[in-house]
């Protein structure tokens, strides 16, 4: 049996196949397969009741995949032209980026390149005719069309683009290109003349216009003896490449240059070899900072006190256990740009550390003589040589939320202060959501923007957001004053 034609589905089984074969990026018949495959040898589920499951949506980026599986997805369209061959370096290309290839040939392409060659490479079935009933059976072009992050077409011949150009949709390829909503990289191929010809010239403008991305040509020698100028197709590293900074556009990196110091996590200070006073703090927040704050491209140094969490990749991380050695890490960090502290410092400490585990007597408790810690906020805040340009203080209070954070920044003399209320019914302590409330002040006014519930690596992101602006705002009045 060559081949599968099913006919005369029920919706609800046209709609389970579909969806399934969506899910687990196959065409329908080739789902086909594997159920029977599954039924024949006994592992497959029931069909009904369907397990059926949610839709994917039709618009917008396709969900971002981690680990060994490929983070991003392409259509690979092959035209019809003698640098057809360099497609295939390309998809080996796409694929050591990560980036899955399915591929469409054209008519004329298969002239070139076999469909063989192209599944070999892409480890997927290549896909060529817009009226295959298998692959039409649930409209194939339209998944080719959207079931992907982005569509390149390489060589991209002065016919297809002529066709895109003028939204033909006559065959397999230009029907997905007329179908979908995903961006399009194009990498033209053709003669010289061909490339200077005024309809191709139009063309191009047009497609421009439409948004499509055009990398190349290059110029050299054609495949034509004698024939050279502006038309070879660009090399597949090239094209790759250009792919790759489509799909995985840089990330913004406000903070490049800048030095970041965080504290985070509490700090334990011991009342004997096993007991110690601390706050309940899990660090989360602070470590949240620290990731969103390396992301926008600052030298990160984050002073922690012991939690337990993995270290922020790109962060350099020194680990503490008292108040007085978080102190000494963050003076031995200065200089920097930007100093938040983030941690749960402990208050008090005992003043004089039991050298053995103190002994329940018949006396009662033994007397614990308590000593005020050093107040790192308030130290760095008040520097005068090696201060921070910009101190941000966290206020953790469990009543009269702003009141106390008014204060608590007038007193401390920081510039900004991140309010939270971390009463038991908060949740907050420990867990994954905040909210809080950002104090700045701006000569003797105190302005307050309370922000919603969000997750602490979105509470993150949304500071150092509101620093990197700050830091932008404050060098261009620099420059102005200069």
């Given at each position: 049996m060559a081949s599968l034609t099913i006919r005369k589905l029920d919706d609800a089984v046209k709609t389970y196949l579909r969806l399934r074969s969506a899910k687990n990026r196959r065409s329908v018949e080739e789902e086909v397969?594997?159920?029977?495959?599954?039924?024949?040898?006994?592992?497959?589920?029931?069909l009904t009741p369907f397990a059926v499951p949610p839709a994917a949506p039709t618009v917008g980026p396709t969900p971002q995949r981690t680990g060994a599986v490929p983070e991003a997805s392409v259509t690979l369209i092959i035209g019809g032209g003698i640098a057809a061959y360099k497609s295939l370096d390309l998809i080996r290309r796409l694929k050591e980026r990560r980036i899955e290839v399915r591929c469409v040939l054209t008519k004329a392409a298969?002239?070139?390149?076999?469909?063989?060659?192209?599944?070999?490479?892409?480890?997927?079935?290549?896909?060529?005719?817009?009226?295959?009933?298998?692959?039409?059976?649930?409209?194939?072009?339209?998944?080719?069309?959207?079931?992907?992050?982005?569509?390149?077409?390489?060589?991209?011949?002065?016919d297809l683009m002529a066709k895109m150009a003028n939204g033909h949709a006559d065959d397999l390829a230009s029907a997905i290109l007329l179908a979908t909503n995903r961006k399009i990289l194009l990498a033209p191929a053709m003669n010289p003349l061909m490339w200077n010809n005024a309809a191709t010239?139009?063309?191009?403008?047009?497609?421009?216009?439409?948004?499509?991305?055009?990398?190349?040509?290059?110029?050299?020698?054609?495949?034509?003896?004698?024939?050279?100028?502006?038309?070879?197709?660009?090399?597949?590293?090239?094209?790759?490449?250009?792919?790759?900074?489509?799909?995985?556009?840089?990330?913004?990196?406000?903070?490049?240059?800048?030095?970041?110091?965080?504290?985070?996590?509490?700090?334990?200070?011991?009342i004997d070899p096993v007991r110690y006073i601390a706050n309940r703090s899990s660090g989360k927040q602070g470590f949240a900072i620290a990731a969103a704050?390396?992301?926008?491209?600052?030298?990160?140094?984050?002073?922690?006190?012991?939690?337990?969490?993995?270290?922020?990749?790109?962060?350099?991380?020194?680990?503490?256990?008292?108040?007085?050695?978080?102190?000494?890490?963050?003076?031995?960090?200065?200089?920097?740009?930007?100093?938040?502290?983030?941690?749960?410092?402990?208050?008090?400490?005992?003043?004089?550390?039991?050298?053995?585990?103190?002994?329940?007597?018949?006396?009662?408790?033994?007397?614990?003589?308590?000593?005020?810690?050093?107040?790192?906020?308030?130290?760095?805040?008040?520097?005068t040589d090696k201060r921070p340009p910009l101190v941000i203080g966290f206020a953790a209070e469990t009543e009269h939320l702003i009141d106390n954070a008014k204060a608590k920044i007038a007193r401390k003399g920081c510039d900004w202060i991140v309010a939270n209320d971390v009463s038991p019914a908060t949740g907050v302590m420990g867990g994954d959501r905040n909210t809080v409330h950002l104090l700045t002040r701006d000569g003797g006014e105190i302005s307050v923007d309370s922000w919603p519930v969000m997750t602490k690596e979105q509470v993150a992101v949304e500071l150092i957001a509101h620093i990197a602006k700050a830091v932008a705002n404050n060098t261009a009045k620099r420059e102005t004053a200069t």
């Open positions: 397969r594997v159920i029977l495959r599954e039924l024949i040898e006994g592992r497959e589920e029931p298969q002239q070139f390149v076999t469909p063989l060659a192209v599944s070999a490479l892409s480890h997927e079935r290549v896909y060529s005719d817009l009226f295959d009933p298998q692959s039409e059976f649930d409209a194939g072009h339209i998944r080719l069309a959207r079931e992907c992050d982005m569509i390149v077409v390489a060589p991209a011949t002065a010239r139009r063309n191009v403008a047009q497609l421009q216009r439409d948004g499509v991305v055009l990398i190349g040509p290059n110029s050299g020698e054609m495949a034509e003896a004698g024939e050279a100028g502006i038309g070879r197709m660009s090399e597949a590293i090239e094209i790759a490449t250009a792919a790759e900074r489509l799909l995985r556009p840089p990330v913004p990196r406000p903070l490049a240059g800048k030095r970041v110091l965080i504290t985070a996590g509490p700090t334990h200070e011991p704050a390396q992301a926008a491209g600052a030298e990160v140094i984050l002073v922690s006190g012991p939690v337990g969490l993995d270290d922020p990749q790109g962060v350099t991380v020194k680990h503490v256990e008292s108040a007085r050695q978080m102190l000494e890490q963050v003076q031995a960090a200065l200089p920097a740009d930007i100093a938040i502290f983030a941690a749960a410092v402990a208050d008090w400490r005992v003043a004089n550390e039991g050298e053995q585990k103190l002994k329940k007597t018949s006396a009662g408790m033994p007397p614990l003589q308590l000593v005020e810690n050093p107040d790192i906020l308030a130290t760095i805040s008040k520097l």
